[in-house]
């Protein structure tokens, strides 16, 4: 039987699949890649439309089945897009004197944490930041003596209808989720080293719609934000100059720099859009520059105040936009950050003979690094073909792993979907249920024992004893008589 991983990415611009096999040695084999346009369908990282993503969804299952000769078992897949944000949230409890804090504490406090209501948002992941343990910052502070603790939290939040849409269209589609995660930590696991994270760093995704900005601080991530705008803005503004956005991309692709100084721009130079016409070069610049230079600044407002001295490891950018000429130039002379590394490839060792992988221009480096995060074997049974031309599409019996509770992937960049959200939900209303039936028979023996206890103890029930203990005397000392 195949043994294989599959990833699935939902991006502005393309939807694409990826499988690829895992080495002993952590290396990566892409086996095959296909991709569906989903401007149609998807807008700023977000299903818009649920019909088209399904078709899109279901052509990529197909053209993988296809190319690999086997069926697909299950995808993982990875979450992003607009109203994606975290937000800091601190949980404090009281202890007694004396008292040493145990891990049933930490879960108490990370329960607490979970059950937090965010009007209309689901909370994706939440993510430790430290505890305060008395007027200490403690990473793990089980054992520790103390009377009061805190834990703070980054919640990763989305809208509830986002969530609920995406789940939809797997469900509609017929593919089962192996896992899901948040898309910006698997990316961030891939193309940053772990010195970059320690040291402070802010990770910034030049996606088609959207820009993605994580900042990075003690290994940690600290804050995380998805912008509305994108490389494609860049694009409808040079539309702008009265052509189609398809000759406005292929302008940008071919003469677009992230910044360009005053005395290399020619006023006389004319760029053209097609044989009959052109534009200023100057006025070609100011429009591209103009867009980049808010979309930057955009960038650095998400970093938080008390990071933006910590970042040692500097501004890691990739994505499709990191492509552009001179956009580091740009971004350090907007932020006064030195030190600025485009990522172009992910750090796993990635064997293919995909030209599409082997160009190493950013664009798939959020789908590898969902493959990477991959476990489990998503192959189902080979498809053969029968002599009517018909194909065996029967799904392979691979185990799916068992609904974990929030406190076991919490941090990790799981996201639970829906279904296994549901049969969590539902085996916690079991296991309350029991606990309340628990109590009640613990509740109803104590009251049983108390009237037992209270009628031994009444006035009659004494004097019956006593007489009882008086007529016992009496016939004893009538038998010794």
């Known amino acids: 039987m195949a043994e294989f991983i599959v990833a699935i990415e939902l991006g502005s611009s393309k939807i694409t699949g ?3 096999q895992k080495n002993l040695d952590g290396s990566i084999n892409v086996l095959a890649v296909v991709k569906e346009d989903s401007t149609q369908c998807i807008r700023k990282g977000v299903v818009y439309n649920i019909d088209k993503t399904v078709l899109c969804l279901t052509n990529i299952i197909t053209k993988l089945k296809n190319t690999l000769k086997t069926n697909i078992h299950q995808v993982y897949v990875g979450v992003g897009g607009q109203s994606i944000r975290s937000v800091i949230n601190v949980i404090p409890k009281d202890l007694g004197n004396d008292t040493i804090i145990s891990q049933d504490m930490i879960n108490e406090l990370m329960d607490a944490n979970r059950n937090m209501d965010y009007p209309e948002l689901e909370i994706l992941d939440a993510i430790t930041q430290e505890y305060k343990v008395d007027q200490q910052y403690q990473l793990d502070p089980v054992g520790i003596q103390s009377q009061h603790l805190e834990g703070n939290f980054l919640n990763i939040l989305w809208r509830k209808s986002f969530y609920k849409n995406l789940n939809k269209c797997f469900d509609q589609a017929g593919i089962a989720i192996a896992e899901m995660y948040l898309a910006p930590l698997a990316l961030a696991d891939s ?15 030049l996606g088609y719609d959207t820009t993605t900005v994580s900042v990075y601080h003690k290994n940690i991530l600290r804050h995380l934000a998805v912008i509305p705008i994108g490389a494609n803005n860049i694009t409808k503004d ?14 940008k692709l071919k003469y677009a720099s992230a910044f360009t ?6 006023n006389t130079l004319m760029l053209p859009i097609d044989p009959e016409r052109q534009v200023e070069s100057r006025k070609f610049i100011e429009i591209v520059e103009g867009r980049l230079e808010e979309i930057i600044e955009n960038v650095w407002f998400q970093v938080p105040s008390e990071y933006t001295d910590k970042l040692l490891g500097g501004i890691i ?21 030195d030190k600025i590394r485009i990522a172009n490839f992910v750090s796993q060792t990635i064997n293919s003979t995909i030209s599409d992988i082997n160009a190493h221009n950013a664009e798939f480096n959020t789908v590898l690094g969902l493959l990477a995060k991959g476990d489990m074997n998503c192959a189902g049974d080979e498809i053969h073909n029968d002599l009517f031309g018909t194909t065996d599409t029967k799904f392979g019996v691979n185990d799916q792993h068992k609904v974990r509770q929030p406190n076991e992937i919490a941090g990790t960049g799981v996201v639970r979907t829906e279904a296994e959200k549901q049969k969590a939900e539902e085996e916690e209303r079991l296991r309350k249920e029991q606990e309340e039936e628990r109590l009640r028979k613990e509740q109803e023996e104590e009251e049983e024992r108390l009237r037992k206890e209270k009628k031994e103890n009444s006035t009659s029930h004494k004097l019956m004893r006593g007489l009882k203990k008086f007529f016992t005397t009496i016939v004893s000392a009538e038998e010794d008589v």
Do not use: P, W, Y
Not at 238 to 251: R, V
Not at 261 to 266: K, L, Q, R, V
Not at 317 to 335: C, P, S
């Open 18 to 20: 990826i499988a690829g």
């Open 191 to 205: 193309v940053l080293s772990e010195a970059e994270k320690r040291s402070g760093c802010v990770l910034v995704d």
């Open 238 to 251: 040079i539309a702008s100059l009265q052509m189609e956005e398809s000759e406005a991309e292929k302008m």
């Open 261 to 266: 100084s005053n005395n290399e721009i020619d």
């Open 317 to 337: 950018l990739t994505g499709g936009g990191a492509n552009m000429k001179n956009i580091d130039v740009a971004f350090r002379n907007h932020t006064h950050i």
